[in-house]
């Protein structure tokens, strides 16, 4: 309807009679009182026209009618009549209030509530519809607008000019990617543009994407009435609970007051049905916290910052070896720019070495790997093929800080001998000639006169011996064995000798006291290889035992 206006006259009379359903009406006449003047609706001038039948009657039933034909036998038949309007508010129709209606039954135009619906009322929040031009300016005492559909007053836009403006909420338009109701939480998925439910369950939902609450319902690939809410306050919710904070919830599109999987704020409820909408607004860096980001490199994409997680794993300084043949190479992640003096790297290798060793880090050149003491090269067999081991840049080369564990000495059974006859020459050969270093248990049941001990394969000229003891003293040189006659303190002894050595420099050997504590004999020899020992045991021994033990260092 465009136009609507009251309108007055006499009184009329039903034409025939009228069933309850009628929806046209014909009156004996239909003029306007004085005038004479048959009535239009255009000269009524409205599009629709309330009446009444059967006024002040038990029988009375209000009515409305959109057109009026002027028949040529003086009748008017009123057309898109609509019957039994309510006596009450919404004052629609209703089948009880349709009444069947004797012919010359009186009609009337009339003012029934319907037509007091029509105007403003003063204390109700109404919907008006239709042009209203004021002749002056109305006043408003109601404050400056909030919403995007509130009138703007002089003042809002001064305000605007001047960069005052106040607002509380921020609507933008917006299509959405599945069934969406108000009031729910959704996000704009970068793929399609298109909005849809949040759930904290799922990280990319929620985590850096923009976060909406719908103002209306949506369907896939429609527009969402009234649009999407990115700020402000939204008055689409129920059953919150008044000034708490809400989180996105573990149900898609609800929000909770219990934080989801991920964790993202959403707002702070101002009612039960109203929540200011921001995001984050509690989850921002602090300036404290963006001061302990600061770094003597540029943070990005290959400079990242380093988690908890990250030091555990230590991605960017350990890993597996790749190369071969004495060459190891190890790629960083991320790769590291450059060497500096201090680098650590932990490493498992993926070959044995078999003597000098490089590593080359992120392709930036071969280092040489050194023992300790940052001088020796490695020497086979110090990184062991599977091996963790851990390298320390120097500033020159890499210092090997943690060798193969066959590093740690281990001793290995060379051979035993046992004699029961005193003077009887037990050899011992090796199984293993030139080890590093020698240890040769003997123990007697009855200690013997003297034992003889002669180190094999030997230049006799550069052979030497010295022995301390009360029952015995004597230096030879050029002797082709040590002798010990010390009866008194033999039960068990200790021989330890050098096996290997290099050209010119002597093998020692040393005889340790029972006690363990006392060298008792020492010996020596230019062999360059010791492969075997022969010992001889003096008179007066009973059964006895010899055993020796290997050791590489």
């Known amino acids: 309807m465009t136009t609507f206006h009251t309108a007055g006259g006499g009184t009329y009379n039903l034409n025939a009679s009228i069933s309850s359903t009628a929806t046209t009406i014909t009156l004996s006449s239909f003029l306007e009182p004085v005038s004479n003047v048959a009535y239009t609706m255009a000269l009524l001038n409205t599009d629709i026209v309330y009446a009444t039948i059967s006024p002040r009657t038990t029988n009375s039933e209000f009515i409305s009618f959109t057109g009026i034909t002027q028949n040529a036998d003086g009748t008017a038949t009123l057309t898109g009549v609509v019957r039994g309007l309510a006596k009450k508010s919404p004052f629609t129709t209703s089948s009880t209030f349709k009444l069947p209606h004797p012919g010359q039954s009186v009609f009337r135009l009339s003012d029934p509530p319907q037509v007091f619906e029509k105007y403003v009322s003063l204390e109700n929040a109404e919907t008006i519809s239709g042009l209203k031009t004021f002749s002056t300016t109305p006043v408003s005492s109601a404050g400056l607008p909030t919403s995007s559909t509130e009138f703007a007053t002089k003042q809002y836009v001064d305000n605007t000019a001047t960069g005052t403006t106040t607002i509380n909420r921020i609507v933008v338009s917006g299509t959405a990617g599945e069934t969406i109701a108000a009031g729910n939480l959704i996000y704009q998925k970068a793929a399609d543009n298109r909005w849809w439910l949040c759930d904290a369950d799922t990280a990319a939902t929620v985590e850096n994407v923009n976060l909406g609450i719908a103002q209306g319902a949506g369907t896939a690939g429609n527009a969402i009435t009234g649009g999407v809410l990115i700020s402000g306050v939204d008055s689409n919710q129920s059953g919150l609970t008044a000034n708490t904070k809400y989180y996105a919830s573990n149900t898609a599109g609800a929000i909770s007051t219990s934080a989801g999987t991920t964790e993202v704020s959403i707002g702070f409820s101002l009612s039960t049905t109203s929540i200011l909408f921001t995001p984050r607004y509690d989850q921002q860096i602090t300036e404290d916290q963006q001061d302990a980001l600061a770094s003597t490199t540029t943070p990005n994409s290959t400079n990242k910052y380093l988690t908890q997680k990250d030091f555990q794993i230590g991605a960017e300084i350990s890993g597996s070896t790749t190369g071969s043949a004495n060459a190891y190479v190890f790629t960083s992640s991320p790769a590291i720019a450059a060497y500096s003096a201090g680098m650590t790297f932990r490493l498992k290798a993926n070959f044995a070495n078999t003597g000098s060793a490089t590593l080359n880090v992120s392709g930036?050149?071969?280092?040489?790997?050194?023992?300790?003491?940052?001088?020796?090269?490695?020497?086979?067999?110090?990184?062991?093929?599977?091996?963790?081991?851990?390298?320390?840049?120097?500033?020159?080369?890499?210092?090997?800080?943690?060798?193969?564990?066959?590093?740690?000495?281990a001793w290995?059974?060379?051979?035993?001998?046992?004699?029961?006859?005193?003077?009887?020459?037990?050899?011992?050969?090796?199984?293993?000639?030139?080890?590093?270093?020698?240890?040769?248990?003997?123990?007697?049941?009855?200690?013997?006169?003297?034992?003889a001990i002669l180190l094999n394969a030997i230049t006799a000229a550069n052979y030497t011996y010295t022995y301390t003891s009360t029952n015995a003293v004597a230096t030879t040189a050029g002797a082709t064995s040590m002798r010990i006659t010390d009866t008194t303190t033999i039960l068990v002894a200790e021989l330890l000798i050098q096996g290997k050595h290099a050209s010119g420099v002597?093998?020692?050997?040393?005889?340790?006291?029972?006690?363990?504590?006392?060298i008792k004999g020492i010996l020596s020899s230019d062999s360059n290889n010791l492969s075997s020992i022969t010992i001889k045991v003096g008179a007066g021994s009973s059964t006895g035992k010899v055993h020796a033990y290997g050791l590489n260092l």
């Open 412 to 451: 290995t059974d060379e051979g035993s001998a046992t004699w029961s006859a005193s003077n009887a020459d037990q050899v011992i050969t090796f199984t293993n000639a030139g080890k590093d270093l020698y240890k040769v248990y003997m123990y007697f049941t009855v200690a013997p006169a003297g034992i």
């Open 506 to 518: 002597k093998s020692v050997g040393a005889i340790v006291s029972t006690d363990n504590t006392t």
């Open 364 to 409: 930036l050149g071969a280092k040489d790997i050194k023992k300790l003491d940052g001088a020796t090269a490695l020497g086979s067999g110090d990184i062991a093929n599977g091996q963790e081991f851990v390298v320390i840049y120097d500033g020159t080369n890499m210092q090997l800080v943690s060798p193969a564990s066959s590093f740690i000495p």
